[in-house]
């Protein structure tokens, strides 16, 4: 059974940072996959923000404050998220599938989500 299990959601001022983890079982999903991090904030469409395509690609919202990596000693991809800006409130959900991209259909396996609220 795949499993992914988003971590390291909360609470912080804007200008703050935040570090989320994602971890996959069984590793060969983590190893085979396109892992992509996703936003939805209530009302809004969900947001692909990070892949791990290409050692990291960014949307343009995101580009220069997050950084995407993966450790693979653990099966975790990680989202490094610097100089948050209230916009950066969402449930954040990690996926993976074969093929990489921003739209969510191209993802099959996805965590529960963690939560991100920015206050000004």
């Known amino acids: 059974q795949v499993q992914m299990v988003e971590s390291g959601g909360g609470s912080v001022q804007a200008g703050g940072s935040l570090r989320l983890s994602c971890a996959i079982s069984p590793g060969n999903i983590f190893r085979t996959n396109c892992v992509a991090w996703f936003r939805q904030a209530p009302g809004n469409a969900r947001e692909g923000i990070a892949t791990t395509q290409f050692g990291g690609t960014y949307a343009d919202s995101v580009k220069g404050r997050f950084t995407i990596s993966r450790d693979n000693a653990k099966n975790t991809v990680n989202l490094q998220m610097s100089s948050l800006r209230p916009e950066d409130t969402a449930m954040y959900y990690c996926?993976?599938?074969?093929?990489?991209?921003?739209?969510?259909?191209?993802?099959?396996?996805w965590g529960q989500g963690t939560h991100v609220t920015v206050s000004s």
């Open positions: 996926a993976a599938g074969q093929g990489c991209g921003w739209s969510p259909g191209r993802y099959v396996y």
